[in-house]
Nanobody, 114 residues
């Protein structure tokens, strides 16, 4: 199993970023996928999850209405569209799949600052 995140960067408050996670080594279309984040000095927290079909997603209260998770089961990718970013969204963002055990990507840094 390999998960590779991309798309992070520096953005001003109110701006947008689109993260992507490329998955390989397993039947991507069969698994629930999640995005987590970890800010400095804080525990890793769940941001969003999406069912295997892509028909249903769930979000942390802190990002509802601002972030959208989606997936492409042909390209084996899961995306996180982040709009109206706030300074408190600054964190390393990870994608995760649970396949017997948890598999994580290496993370991508998102910094929201003016």
């Amino acid at each position: 199993v390999q998960l590779v995140e991309s798309g992070g960067g520096l953005v001003q408050p109110g701006g947008s970023l689109r993260l992507s996670c490329a998955a390989s080594g397993f039947t991507f279309s069969a698994y629930y996928m999640e995005w987590y984040r970890q800010a400095p000095g804080k525990e890793r927290e769940l941001v969003a999850g999406i069912v295997s079909s892509g028909d249903y997603a769930d979000y942390a209260d802190s990002v509802k209405g601002r972030f959208t998770i989606s997936r492409d089961n042909v390209k084996n990718t899961v995306q996180l569209q982040m709009n109206s970013l706030k300074t408190e969204d600054t964190a390393v963002y990870y994608c995760k799949v649970q396949r017997g055990r948890d598999y994580w990507g290496q993370g991508t840094q998102v910094t929201v600052s003016s």
